[in-house]
């Protein structure tokens, strides 16, 4: 992990900026006094909107922005020939336009599981409110209100079984916190299987319905996608027992804020949200929603990732990650590269290690219109050959192949079908 100094200012004098950086959030300051060590130009603007970002970007053409909260639109992505990473000082990237990144070449990295300790603290903290209808009772005592009575019954949480869906770190730190508080815990996510709830030493439930009628309490940790939209529906909470807890701390898109709604109505259930469907753009503001005034619901206001202690450790990852990029070329936690190019060719070639023979075998692939979806150049023990293994969209036909092998330094030429994946 990456370790601060307290210094602040820019680089040391004379020192050879190497990036130009957008910090467009807020964000540690120890975090942007690293990546100005690291000899950035680093610009931190919290305060630019969504709207702003394009302008901005287009006028200051950073190397690499970074972002928690604010949009990045296609707009933004298209405002700079130099933009080649983008950095989500966070887990969740739907914020970004990941598919307009991938189109111009811009690497998309996030931060995941940096902060999950604090999102599992206050997803536990919803979890007791709901159960011990802390708010409720704050409210009351604050209005000079001694109405014991009216809380003296409480499920308890001890015994009881906790549902997650979506097993991922948040939903991993969740779980360990049951386990501590005496609680069964089942779990459900799309790429779960038995093997790996049992490393967990979770229950597997293969059938997400079956976990609301199994738990008393269940946490919403899935990742926003479009196949995540409205997850948590009417079938779902019809199917929880009257009386039971629903906690969401993943996006507000997750749920079905009108089914959640009719269940607190009929089935009494009690709910604890930190997102919602529609969230205010700005950290003041108006916000008018129905489903938080219902009894029995109780909210925060987005801020399940925002301890200091998440915050230092999402800025350490932030700097790692563009120290690997800058250092390396490539990006951790890149959540935009292909799990699988179309090349449906592998072309093996063996070759003496001398400058011009790679060219030759470009150009002659390019002389048949065949494009290189990937590659790789593996020098063998003292550098006098290698074999060089490019990915291609089809394969090379005989002449194509006899013009290559006619180089003096290519050794051998071999071609293979590539297995496509199920």
Request: charged content about 20%.
């Amino acid at each position: 992990m990456t370790t601060f100094s307290q210094r602040s200012g820019p680089p040391a004098s004379g020192s050879r900026v190497t990036a130009r950086i957008l910090v467009a959030d807020a964000f540690e300051s120890v975090g942007l006094q690293a990546l100005r060590d690291l000899g950035c130009e680093t610009l931190h603007e919290p305060m630019l909107t969504s709207e702003q970002l394009p302008a901005r970007v287009a006028e200051l053409q950073p190397e690499v922005l970074v972002v928690r909260e604010t949009a990045v639109t296609a707009s933004v992505i298209e405002a700079s020939q130099r933009l080649s990473l983008i950095v989500q000082a966070g887990a969740g990237t739907e914020e970004i336009d990941v598919a307009a990144a991938s189109k111009r070449g811009v690497f998309v990295s996030n931060c995941p599981g940096r902060n999950a300790h604090a999102v599992a603290e206050l997803a536990w903290a919803l979890v007791l409110a709901c159960d011990r209808r802390v708010p409720d009772q704050v409210v009351s005592l604050r209005e000079g209100r001694w109405d014991r009575a009216d809380f003296l019954k409480a499920a308890g949480i001890h015994g009881r079984t906790m549902g997650i869906v979506g097993l991922g770190q948040v939903g991993m730190e969740i779980a360990r916190r049951a386990k501590t508080f005496g609680m069964g815990v089942v779990a459900w996510s799309r790429h779960l299987t038995e093997d790996k709830a049992d490393s967990a030493g979770v229950h597997f439930c293969a059938n997400i319905v079956n976990l609301a009628k199994l738990s008393d309490v269940v946490c919403v940790c899935v990742a926003a996608n479009e196949q995540t939209d409205g997850l948590i529906g009417e079938k779902f909470v019809n199917a929880m027992k009257h009386d039971s807890i629903l906690v969401n701390i993943s996006s507000g898109r997750v749920l079905d804020e009108g089914a959640i709604a009719a269940a607190v109505k009929s089935r009494g259930l009690r709910v604890g949200l930190d997102v919602f469907a529609r969230e205010p753009e700005t950290d003041k503001a108006a916000f008018d929603n129905a489903l938080i005034k219902l009894p029995g619901v109780y909210g925060t206001m987005h801020v399940a990732a925002s301890t200091d202690q998440a915050a230092h450790a999402v800025a350490s990852e932030t700097v790692r990650t563009i120290r690997e990029w800058l250092d390396k070329g490539t990006a951790p936690n890149c959540v935009n590269r292909s799990q699988q190019s179309p090349a449906t060719t592998l072309l093996s070639v063996r070759h003496l290690n001398r400058p011009g023979v790679l060219a030759h075998v470009f150009y002659t692939l390019g002389q048949g219109s065949i494009n290189v979806e990937e590659m790789e150049n593996i020098i063998y023990e003292g550098g006098e050959a290698a074999i060089a293994r490019v990915h291609l969209d089809q394969a090379p036909s005989e002449q194509h192949l006899d013009a290559i092998r006619k180089n003096p330094s290519v050794l051998s030429v071999g071609v293979f079908t590539i297995a496509r994946r199920a």
